[in-house]
């Protein structure tokens, strides 16, 4: 399991940049909501074992001053204390018991600095969480190349807006970040509208397992004024995790026509077989000058069956097969 908060650096400097009151010694605070989920195959992911939804709330100081005292107050009056880590973590076995413990509401935070500076804030957290992100090119990533460009895409994130939050990242088996999109707030950040990005030649070493997580953040308060300086939100959170791994180094991508015969329809059925995991483009042509692609698709087992319906009627047809 992966715990992911934003650093949001960048985007509080902007903020702290065009007010012209005095600044907080706090970067940014919040709390949100988190369900887990693990993506075994093309289906749709699982929910993690054991604990897999979290509550968390965080104050970021931004390094010109200690933090004295962080609390914050639930909807239902529970104060909680998070000096000195600056930090609430608490995990539940289901949604339904995280949402017993923290209920939606408004959020309260009292922060005191060193210098005896009290900060107050809210936040409101009620609404939906987004929906389970979902890989869609599983089998596709079993055997990446990692010689060339690879694309990761996922489906939609349903009711996302232009100021919600997608975040990709890849480890290795050490656990170390090889590749990760930028945070919110930074120039090339991905929001709910998005639904790729290219992980580019040479990130990945051949031959080697990999994590890829692929977080939708769904903010429901982006507070910038009651705290000068400093960035607060609340967001509902999910994150799925999948495993991949990069083909061995010089190891051959192939493809074959295998099997192929008209049909008393006079469509024309094809077999096509080669390498598991690889992407196959099947393209066909009347007269050897212009080629069309009919179909490319990503087998898990390397091998599928196709019918050209379009080959009907025609006299003469010419198919060919070739492996991404």
Known sequence: MKWIRLSLWSF??????????????????????????????????DLESGENHYFDAFVNPD???DIDSAIFQTPGGVQREMAPSLFYFDGFSSQSALDSSFGNGTYTFT????DLDVFFAQLSLTGVYPSVPRFSNFVAAQAINASKDFTFHWDPFVGGTANDFIL??????????????PDYGNAGALTSQDTSVVIPAGTLAPGTNYYCYITFQKFVTLDTSSIPGAFGYSA????????????????PLNVSLTAFNRQPDGSFQLQITGTAGATFTVEATSDFNT???????????????FTAAAAAGMTQRF??????
């Open 12 to 45: 509080v400097l902007l903020i702290a940049s065009l007010t012209p009151i005095a600044r907080a010694q706090i970067s940014s605070y919040g709390v949100t909501k988190t369900g887990y989920y693990t993506q075994k195959s093309d289906a749709a992911p």
């Open 63 to 65: 390094g010109t001053t």
């Open 111 to 114: 922060i005191t600095t060193v």
């Open 168 to 181: 990709v990242s890849i480890e290795d088996d050490d656990f170390n970040t090889v590749f990760e999109t």
């Open 236 to 251: 509902y959170v999910r994150e799925t995790g999948v495993p991949f791994k990069t083909a061995s180094s010089g190891a």
């Open 291 to 305: 080629w069309a692609s009919v179909v490319t698709t990503n087998p898990p087992a390397g091998s599928f069956s």
């Open 319 to 324: 198919y060919r097969a070739k492996v991404n």
